[in-house]
């Protein structure tokens, strides 16, 4: 059950602060994280392994990219298939709750599609 705080209203819209262990918090405790979107992007085009995720998510460490792959696992997001041969081969692939979650992710990135034009004209307006 989400422990939401009311506070004053904006533009109609009830605001809310959102306190730990509510579920709106859990859910961007999970997801709202630019490497954490960047792997499930990636891994929605299908199977990976480690070193093809390190070139597509340019810039992050391989010690963060580990971090990432082992929550994205312990929470069901993606499974990990570890292949028994030498050198060891390892392929991540996102989960059916992986796949709901990049679908529900889906209308998000649409809006960032039709608005970034006007997010970067105004932080240009704000830099002046």
């Known amino acids: 059950m989400d422990s939401v705080t009311p506070g004053r209203a904006v533009d109609g819209a009830a605001p809310m602060q959102l306190e730990q262990g509510c579920t709106t918090r859990r859910v961007f405790d999970l997801i709202a994280d630019k490497w954490m979107l960047s792997i499930l992007c990636v891994l929605s085009e299908g199977t990976a392994r480690y070193n093809a995720l390190q070139r597509s998510v340019?810039?992050?460490?391989?010690?963060?990219?580990?971090?990432?792959?082992?929550?994205?696992?312990?929470?069901?997001?993606l499974t990990r298939t570890v292949f028994p041969v030498i050198p060891p081969h390892v392929e991540y692939e996102l989960t059916d709750l992986g796949r709901s979650l990049r679908q529900a992710l889906q209308p998000l990135l649409t809006w960032g599609?039709?608005?970034?034009?006007?997010v970067d004209q105004a932080r240009s307006a704000h830099q002046q």
Do not use: A
């Open 113 to 118: 599609e039709s608005h970034l034009d006007e």
């Open 58 to 77: 340019v810039g992050i460490t391989p010690k963060v990219l580990t971090q990432h792959l082992r929550s994205l696992e312990s929470n069901g997001l």
